[in-house]
Structure formats: structure tokens, C-alpha cells
């Protein structure tokens, strides 16, 4: 079920669009609101097909997606995205933040990628960045062994297209292994 957030209809339609997509309910709730303060007409759903029955009535001039939803991934929701309407600002957002994932959306077409927790005013100077960041400081130490193991992992993972069997078999591990150390939170840098 979409939502869209109570305004009245002209005005609405002033707005620029955002299509926000997250399965968290509460999350969704909170962000669309904020959004709305910040001048948005905010349409919301919480799985891909879903945000693909509204795009395609409308597609969004902004999109905020998160990357792990039942369903089709945020990934396959933003090439669809990008089919309907080239020029879609889209940010990713998510809990799993990993380099390859993040590799991954730029080349799909995202404009930007978040890990959670962001809040409205980082998202919203994602979805704003027209050109990227050459001032962003170098990371002064390198990644952890475990960090690195979490990267690799995700690199596989998307070759295989989230296929776990697959991915256990490539990396010569055993899928219940695999499994744990996909349950778990990615370690820090």
C-alpha cells in the first residue's frame, strides 16, 4: 500500500517528487515527514514492486531506496528507476553498507549511497549533489581483516546475484557459515 503524505493538491503538484522505499514502516513514516518538511510530495512504499506500480504511473524526479527488502533489492529497483526516467536522483540506503554494493548502485545510476543511520538533512544533501567530492579525506588506516573479509564476501555475493549456494560454493565455504557471517553486521573500518 502507498502513502502519500496529506497536502492539499496543487500544492502538491508544485512539488518536486520523492519515492521513498523501505520496508520499515516506522522509518518510513519518520523520513517521509521530515522529507515533507523540507518541501518533497512524499510517496511511499515498502517493497520494490510496490514502488514500481507507483513509478510507473509517475516516476519520481528523487528516489530513497533501501538496499535489502523482501523482494527484488534496491539494486534491481533502481535500474528499473532509471529505465523509466534517466533523470530520477536516487540515493541508497542501507544497513549493509558494503564497497561492492556501493560499486554496484553508482553504476546502476544512483546518485548517492548512505549507509543507516543517515538522517533527513544527509539525505537530502545526497539527493542535492550534482558532482562528487575530491576533498573527502583518505581513510588513514586500512581496512580490518575481518572489514576485508565482509567486502569480499558482499563482491561475491552480488556476482552470484544473492544466490547464497552459489556464493558458499565460490568462496569454498559451507553455506551455514556463509549464512552466519551474512547475519551479521558489517565490523567498522
Not at 511511499?44 to 510507473?56: G, R, S
Not at 530513497?64 to 528507476?81: A, C, F, N
Not at 575530491?134 to 556476482?159: C, F, G, K, T, Y
Request: aromatic share 4%; proline share 5%.
Amino acid at each position: 500500500m502507498s502513502e502519500r503524505i496529506n497536502e492539499p493538491m496543487s500544492e502538491i503538484d508544485e512539488l518536486p517528487s520523492l519515492l521513498l522505499v523501505d520496508d520499515d514502516e516506522t522509518f518510513t513514516r519518520v523520513l517521509a515527514r521530515a522529507m515533507t518538511r523540507r518541501g518533497f510530495a512524499v510517496t511511499v512504499a515498502h517493497d520494490a514492486a510496490q514502488a514500481m506500480a507507483i513509478a510507473t504511473d509517475n516516476p519520481p524526479e528523487y528516489a530513497v531506496l533501501d538496499l535489502k527488502m523482501p523482494g527484488d533489492s534496491g539494486l534491481t529497483l533502481i535500474r528499473q528507476l532509471k529505465a523509466l526516467d534517466e533523470e530520477t536522483r536516487i540515493v541508497v540506503l542501507t544497513g549493509y553498507a558494503s564497497i561492492a554494493t556501493a560499486v554496484e548502485a553508482v553504476k546502476l545510476g544512483a546518485t548517492y549511497y548512505l549507509a543507516k543511520p543517515a538522517d533527513a538533512d544527509e539525505i537530502l544533501q545526497a539527493l542535492e549533489r550534482h558532482e562528487a567530492d575530491d576533498s573527502i579525506p583518505l581513510a588513514a588506516n586500512p581496512l580490518s581483516v575481518d572489514r576485508m573479509e565482509w567486502e569480499h564476501i558482499q563482491r561475491v555475493l552480488n556476482e552470484h546475484d544473492g544466490n547464497i549456494s552459489a556464493t558458499a560454493r565460490s568462496l569454498n565455504m559451507h553455506r551455514r557459515t556463509l549464512q552466519r557471517k551474512l547475519n551479521k553486521h558489517p565490523t567498522r573500518q
